[in-house]
């Protein structure tokens, strides 16, 4: 017995939720973020230096000039993500993103892991963007850093780079310093740069537009041979052409490389959420928030489709150079001296996401360690009302992988977190808004059988949620689930067989669907809370579990030692969690019945006038 209740006190321990009450708005952050600094965070956090590179990239070797439809796809599929942080950031305005939005919903341990793998998304992306700002700066420089480097401080233990980037973690460093000495100093930084980074988008889409020439969209399969051969200078390998860049036309590739394609954009718009973490920084939450990750990747699809659309119209998709499309675009229909507009555009498009990337950071940090999750000086809070610590730390966390590793095999670790991240938020959007409230939790009067009320409840649904129907949302969630890493394993291990149409392959993959199918109605069927946000999800519970289901597709095909690396990266984690944060948490302090549960959806109501009176 003893044993048993030493079970049951830690699933309580790690099943507990945050409290968020009225009058949670309090917060030692500065708000002073407008509806503008938040989509261009949005903004300049999702449209970085890949616009310049993966339109050329996917339009040659997946897509073809359907890439403005593997863009059209990569946005919807982001939406999916982006109105499930919506609805929370509308709710729960408050710092810490998918970490606080699981923590008021499903609990601690969960809340740490979505914390976890954000800390982990963001400090690889920056050091990562810093690694390419510092090789397109020395690009410029005719790669003199490199030379330079390479003959004199060259490593070659597994791992790391091929010489440390001194100039990649100097950045980090400087932007850390900028991020420490107020947020809206560095939010109006961040302004600049976007605009200009849109500018010279704008320039390039129209410049494109001008230069067009439409029969690149309609190419038959007969030109490919003496196009290529033309180009190649050798007519004898004609054929080969044909076969490496498809049949032509729209959809070259037909449409499953338009998917292809739509699955390597789809992390092109990764970088919205960095709004979510801006919560207790913003004067009216409520209202910027959602219309911030709205209007910013809505900012980000025409952006990507008008890149793309002009690449593929300049010049045929199967001559783009997959490194530097547009210079070599732009050379190709007479304007070389457009380059230099590309080059510039390219290093603001970088400082942006760079930026993007570091400004969340601390946030999370500083949100944890305010809970008592990590360790307390990182909640420190500086007098221009800033994380500094938080900021300084995971500044030099990043700067230090920038400095000295090969992140290459890294970034698909970041994908891991960042679509686990998703995931979590779409499956907490679903059980808050089928949460009864708390009236509903109240012991009904009179003796009613457990077994009667239980039948009574699935035949007769009742007018609001109660305990018995947010469990089958529960459960159903937990099937969903289940059969979605199901739907992921045989969709990517099996693919070969499906491809084949093998009965038995097909089979394995519709039975998990029509279970899933099954799930949603049956979820669609329970009865939704009638707390109202500024802000909600539609189409109930159909987007967040289609959402649910295609993060999880993307995730399996990462690769095994991607995987290997984030359990490695987990488990460190957890001995964080296990050795301090379990035992550190504020909630484990705070006394039972000292502050009433309210549900997210009330804090809708209480936060705006704190917001309006600390303008």
Request: charged share 10%.
């Amino acid at each position: 017995m003893p044993c048993w209740g030493c079970l049951l006190s830690v699933s309580k321990m790690l099943t507990r939720r945050k409290r968020v009450q009225a009058g949670s708005e309090d917060s030692s952050l500065r708000r002073c973020l407008s509806t503008v600094d938040l989509i261009a965070l949005g903004v300049g956090s999702t449209l970085g230096a890949g616009v310049y590179v993966l339109a050329g990239e996917v339009a040659k070797t997946s897509s073809g000039p359907s890439i403005v439809l593997s863009f059209l796809i990569a946005a919807m599929v982001s939406a999916l993500a982006g109105l499930c942080y919506a609805e929370f950031g509308a709710r729960v305005p408050l710092a810490g993103s998918a970490y606080l939005y699981s923590y008021v919903t499903v609990g601690e341990l969960w809340a740490f892991i979505a914390g976890w793998n954000l800390l982990l998304s963001y400090v690889i992306g920056t050091a990562s963007i810093a690694r390419a700002w510092s090789a397109t700066f020395d690009q410029l420089l005719g790669k003199k850093m490199e030379r330079f480097l390479g003959a004199h401080t060259a490593m070659t233990s597994v791992g790391l780079a091929e010489h440390p980037d001194a100039f990649a973690a100097g950045l980090v460093v400087l932007l850390a310093g900028l991020l420490s000495f107020g947020v809206k100093e560095s939010t109006t930084v961040n302004k600049a740069f976007t605009a200009l980074n849109v500018l010279v988008l704008l320039f390039i889409t129209v410049s494109g537009f001008i230069k067009s020439d439409l029969s690149n969209w309609k190419l038959g399969e007969d030109d490919l041979p003496r196009a290529a051969a033309n180009e190649a200078g050798n007519q004898s390998i004609a054929d080969n052409m044909t076969t490496a860049f498809g049949v032509g036309g729209f959809m070259p590739y037909g449409f499953t490389g338009t998917l292809v394609g739509a699955s390597t954009c789809f992390y092109a718009f990764v970088g919205f959420d960095c709004i979510a973490t801006t919560g207790e920084e913003v004067r009216d939450p409520q209202r910027s928030i959602p219309i911030g990750i709205v209007l910013s990747l809505l900012i980000c699809f025409l952006a990507y489709f008008g890149v793309s659309a002009a690449l593929t119209l300049m010049m045929p998709y199967y001559l783009l150079d997959s490194m530097n499309p547009l210079p070599a675009a732009f050379e190709y229909v007479g304007w070389s001296s457009a380059k230099h507009a590309v080059t510039v555009g390219s290093l603001c498009a970088l400082t942006t996401s760079l930026l993007g990337s570091m400004f969340p950071m601390p946030r999370i940090l500083y949100a944890m360690a305010r809970d008592g999750l990590l360790f307390k000086p990182l909640a420190k809070v500086s007098r221009r009302q800033c994380p500094v610590v938080a900021t300084l730390v995971s500044g030099g966390v990043a700067a230090v992988l920038a400095l000295l590793f090969d992140l290459k095999a890294l970034v698909d670790m970041m994908s891991i977190g960042m679509l686990l991240a998703y995931s979590l938020v779409a499956g907490c959007v679903l059980l808050l808004r089928y949460r009864p409230e708390p009236s509903a939790q109240d012991t009904p009067v009179g003796k009613v059988p457990a077994v009667q009320l239980w039948w009574d409840d699935l035949i007769h649904l009742p007018p609001h949620p109660t305990p018995c129907s947010s469990a089958v949302v529960a459960w159903a969630l937990t099937a969903v689930a289940a059969l979605v890493c199901a739907v992921s394993w045989v969709s990517t291990a099996g693919l070969p067989c499906l491809q084949a149409a093998g009965a038995w392959c097909i089979a394995a993959l519709t039975v998990p669907l029509l279970g899933i199918l099954a799930a949603a109605l049956l979820i669609w069927r329970q009865p939704q809370s009638q707390e109202r946000a500024s802000f909600m999800v539609p189409c109930l519970p159909f987007l967040p579990l289609l959402s649910i289901t295609i993060n999880s597709i993307l995730m399996v095909r990462l690769s095994a030692a991607a995987w290997l690396r984030y359990l490695l990266w987990m488990a460190i984690g957890f001995l964080i969690y296990f050795g301090y944060g379990i035992w550190h948490s504020t909630e484990s302090h705070r006394p039972e019945g000292a502050a009433p549960w309210e549900p997210p959806g009330s804090t809708a109501r209480e936060v705006a006038p704190e917001a309006r009176r600390t303008r």
